[in-house]
């Protein structure tokens, strides 16, 4: 089994808050690879432990996402009509209520709909997505073993989005927590008030709610186990070349499951600690019934 880490770096280059603004991973060797291809997924079901990939930390207004075509696949700053994004503050969370990332070697495709669902609805054609509710806020491109407790099958603009919760496994509560329920009993408010934000989060742009398959409930870790590993399965597809369509994501600059060693890419680098300033109107606080 490929092993969970916390010792991938990473290294940013550009300026925050612009279009050129890039988080990169280096692997172990100093080389630079690929946070979608070259992190293990690590998932070890029986400890219930997978890697995560830390995009947005907690608190943060920036979008930031992996990028799925750009070479080596740094972390970037989404863009919408050539403007950068930013979460909106839907009270009383500031930016993203967590640490809001992506399991490596995922991918929820487009082109299968899901076995584990009860309706023909396909996947978003992004990585599998991942809520670290601990207390520890985690600086963008962390790489970092986590348990999972959960999951949320959310809709968005018809396509299945999940949305999977987890909890740093050096968190004080990781040990307590070993399922969705454990979360209700030892961290009251939180999963009530992820929820609500992944519903609403979206409104202040002028979209419509979020909706949610199940009923809008929380699925156990057993079942959340079974997304993961669906979601590797696709990924795995994809990287080897079995899955053909529009608007995949690039696989070049993959590192296959079986090969050995890393992957080089090459990648020019100029590392920066420079930053533009955020748009005043990123601070306002939006009050939704």
Known sequence: MLKLSRTLSSVVSGTRNSP????????????????????????????????????????????????????????????????????????????????????PQTWESPLESSSL???????????????????HVSPTGTVKPVKILGSLALVDDGELDWKVVVIDTNDPFAAALNDIKDVYEKMPGVLENLKRW????KIP????????????????????????????????KLVMGELHG????????????????????GVDIEISQTEEQVPPEVNDMSFIK
């Open 20 to 103: 050129n603004f890039r988080t990169y991973l280096r692997l172990n060797d100093g080389k630079i690879g690929s946070f979608f291809h070259d992190v293990p997924l690590g998932l070890d079901k029986g400890k219930r432990i997978a890697n995560m990939v830390v995009e947005i930390p907690r608190w943060v207004n920036a979008k930031y996402e992996i990028s799925k075509d750009i070479k080596a696949n740094p972390i970037v700053q989404d863009t919408k009509k050539g403007k950068l994004r930013y979460l909106n503050n839907i009270y009383p969370n500031h930016g993203a209520p967590h640490n809001y990332g992506a399991f």
């Open 117 to 135: 669902v009860n309706q023909d609805i396909f996947g978003d054609n992004d990585p599998l997505d991942v809520i670290d509710i601990g207390r």
């Open 198 to 201: 992944f519903e609403v989060y």
């Open 205 to 236: 742009t002028g979209k419509q709610p979020n909706s949610f398959l199940f009923d809008g409930n929380y699925k156990d870790t057993e079942f959340t186990l079974k997304v993961v590993q669906e979601c590797h399965e696709s990924w795995y």
């Open 246 to 265: 529009d608007n995949l994501p690039s696989t070049e600059n993959a590192t296959l499951p079986h090969t050995k060693g890393n992957t080089v890419f």
